[in-house]
């Protein structure tokens, strides 16, 4: 199983991507991964919307290009639009030239200069490459949504026992992750709230991420 939360070691292998956002206030920034979707990522808006979070998506730009419609909603209803390439390519079994052109594909539909590498898999080539044009961002709380071994209440207990001032926690609006994301965003949202926590957008440029 994965850990909730990236251990320090792995975060210095990416000097300069944004593992969480510096910030002593009880703020987090919820993103989700590989949508839109239709019927889910609408749904996402709603509960969202019910609880008066702002959050990031990370789109596929062959889903966004597939859905503009949803790509407009989630700019009209106030959150942020990253870019998650456009076909979910392994960076570590991707070539460079192929990786990039990849990302820039996506960036005609997602406009954005946020970026997060699928799987959070980056070469240092494709990084190094990329850095300079995006901000690359990680996580710092896995939901791991997408593992059906997993059970709803176990998927709420890694997101709320490991989220703290400033984590960014991703979450995914896909089919694989459908089950679990209906049982535990919901549930996520009113007890982070009830811990007194705010959801924001992250901003773009993101200003500078916490070393651990």
């Not at 990370?58 to 949803?70: Q, T, V």
């Not at 896909?174 to 924001?200: C, H, I, Q, V």
């Amino acid at each position: 199983m994965v850990p909730a939360r990236v251990p320090p070691p792995l975060r210095w292998l990416l000097p300069g991507a944004m593992w969480r956002m510096r910030t002593e206030e009880r703020v987090l920034f919820l993103t989700f991964d590989d949508g839109p979707l239709p019927g889910l990522t609408p749904w996402v808006l709603d509960t969202l919307r019910a609880h008066g979070a702002k959050a990031t998506f990370f789109m596929l730009g062959r889903n966004a290009s597939a859905h503009p419609g949803i790509v407009q909603q989630v700019r009209d209803e106030g959150h942020g639009i990253g870019n998650h390439t456009w076909s979910h390519p392994d960076g570590w079994r991707t070539t460079t030239d192929a990786y990039l052109a990849d990302v820039e594909r996506a960036r005609a539909c997602t406009g954005s200069s946020l970026f997060r590498p699928p799987y959070g898999r980056i070469g240092a080539r494709q990084f190094k490459a990329l850095r300079s044009r995006y901000q690359v961002v990680m996580w710092d709380v896995l939901s791991a949504d997408y593992d059906s071994r997993l059970s709803p209440g176990r998927c709420l207990h890694r997101v709320t026992a490991a989220a703290r001032p400033g984590s960014i926690i991703v979450f995914h609006d896909s089919l694989k992750a459908e089950r679990l994301l209906r049982a535990t965003l919901p549930a996520a949202l009113d007890r982070l709230s009830g811990m007194g926590y705010r959801f924001l957008r992250l901003p773009e440029p993101g200003p500078t991420a916490l070393p651990k």
